[in-house]
Each structure stands twice: as C-alpha cells, then as structure tokens.
C-alpha cells in the first residue's frame, strides 16, 4: 500500500499550494470579472462627454488640422451663450502654460461671419471660419447637435472629434482632459 507523505513533505506542498493562490489567485479573478462578469468600473476618467467612437470630420478646415483644436460653434454676433464659451476655451487655453502653443481655438461662424468688433479686440488668435454656406452647414451638421451654443468642441491633430465640454461647467475639467491629452499624444 501507498504510505502517506510524511509530514513536512506535506507542509511542503501546503505552502507551495498556498503561494500558488497567491500568486495566481487576483490574476484568476481578475480574469474572470473582466470576461465572465459584466462588471466594470463606475467612475470615469475623463471630465466632459467623450465621443466614441473619435469622429473623423470631413471638410474640416486646416485650421482644425495639425495642432489640437477648441472649436466653438456660433453666430459670429456672439451673444451671452457665445462670449462664455470663447471665454472658457481662452482661459483653459492660457492655463496650459508651455502647451499652449499645442492648442488652437476655432469659431465656427454659423452668420454675420468676421465683422464683430469684440472678436477681434478679446479673442486675438481665434481662428473665424464661415460656416454660414451649404458647405458651412455641412461641415457643422457633424457636431453633435445638443447645446451648441454652450458646448466646446476637441478635436485632435488629425481631425477627429474626441470630447465635447458644457461652457457651463467647472473649467478645471477641460484644463485636466488637455493636461493629459497632450501628455499622452505625440502628435500635434
């Protein structure tokens, strides 16, 4: 007959099975949460609405191309809504510090296009694009419809929409996103 294992050969296995699980045990049960068990994570990490997937924008001008962008979209009149928003995208703008020159701002003028004093005295180095004509409208139809006169736009160097941001909300929201936007992208 099989004699049983003598005792510290049984320890022995005992501590090598309890290393194992261990060891093996989280990565196990991390597996299984993430394939077998519809759980994930109910925080976020970003701050505005992330556009998922990124979406291309076809006929976007080049001055949405090649460097980060902040565009708004408005009639170029600029009332209350308008001004808030061109405000909040120049002072996250400013915010960045060294990156700044990473980000442009852009106006899509949606009427009275490249005329209004106040843009051009506050906003230096906004970028006015008409978008007052049928290629205009198409190119604004992109944009995601809801609050558009209080919402701010991302878009990255290649011309795709990431994010959109309420102008109402904390601005340290945006400023955080860009922060590591730019971080992390080696583009633009």
Known sequence: MNDPAPPAVRRSRRTLYLLLLVFFGPLLLSFAM??????????????GELITPAKPIAGAPEAMKGEWSLVAIADA???DACR????????????????MTRVRRVLL?????CTN?????????LIVHDAAGPD?????????????EWSLYVVDPLGNLV?????????????T????????????
């Open 34 to 47: 993430y394939y077998f068990i519809d759980w994930r994570p109910a925080s976020q990490v970003n701050h």
């Open 77 to 79: 009149a600029c009332d």
């Open 84 to 99: 808030t928003t061109l405000v909040f995208a120049r002072q996250t703008r400013l915010s960045l510090n060294q990156e």
């Open 109 to 113: 003028a949606t009427g009275h296009c």
């Open 117 to 125: 004093e106040y843009l051009a005295t506050e906003h230096e180095g």
């Open 136 to 148: 205009g409208a198409a190119l604004v139809a992109q944009f995601p419809p809801a609050d558009r």
């Open 163 to 175: 994010m959109r941001y309420d102008a109402r909300e904390e601005p340290k929201g945006l400023l």
């Open 177 to 188: 996103d860009l922060k590591k936007l730019l971080k992390l992208s080696h583009i633009g």
